[in-house]
């Protein structure tokens, strides 16, 4: 699949490897790397992955990789905290789209060599 190597090597990689996969699929990318710099908490909030599903729904993708499940795994990472940010991002990017279309929120989790695509993984209300 790919080498397990620094954060930041392995983030860019597995966003590559989330976005063919998903493409494969039949998603179109629209963004990626959509990043709000104020937000709750200082963090701000960024999108890895922005979509267009075949039915119209805009898709926020966050892209999530870990080399084991040995700390509960990729998916589990994605705290209520992480998807506050991301919803906020999420806000934020709807906002200069006139009339916007129906939304949900993926994960995309890789552990090792497993692929997981959580498709309505959580909601607005976080």
Sequence with gaps: MFKWGSPKIL??????LALRYLQQRGLRLVERNYRVAAGP????????LILGDKD????????RAR??????????????AKQRRLIFA?????????SPPPCRFDVLAI???????????FELGG
Excluded: C, K
Excluded at 43 to 48: C, I, Q, T, W, Y
Excluded at 90 to 98: F, V
């Design 41 to 48: 908490g200082a963090r701000g909030g960024e999108v890895d």
């Design 111 to 121: 552990d090792g060599e497993a692929i997981d695509w959580i498709q309505a993984a």
């Design 90 to 98: 999420a806000q934020h990017y709807l906002l200069n789209i006139a």
């Design 67 to 80: 080399a084991s499940l040995s700390h509960g795994g990729a998916a589990a990472s994605v705290t209520p």
């Design 56 to 63: 119209g729904t805009l898709v926020f993708v966050e892209v």
């Design 11 to 16: 983030g860019s990689a597995a966003e590559d």
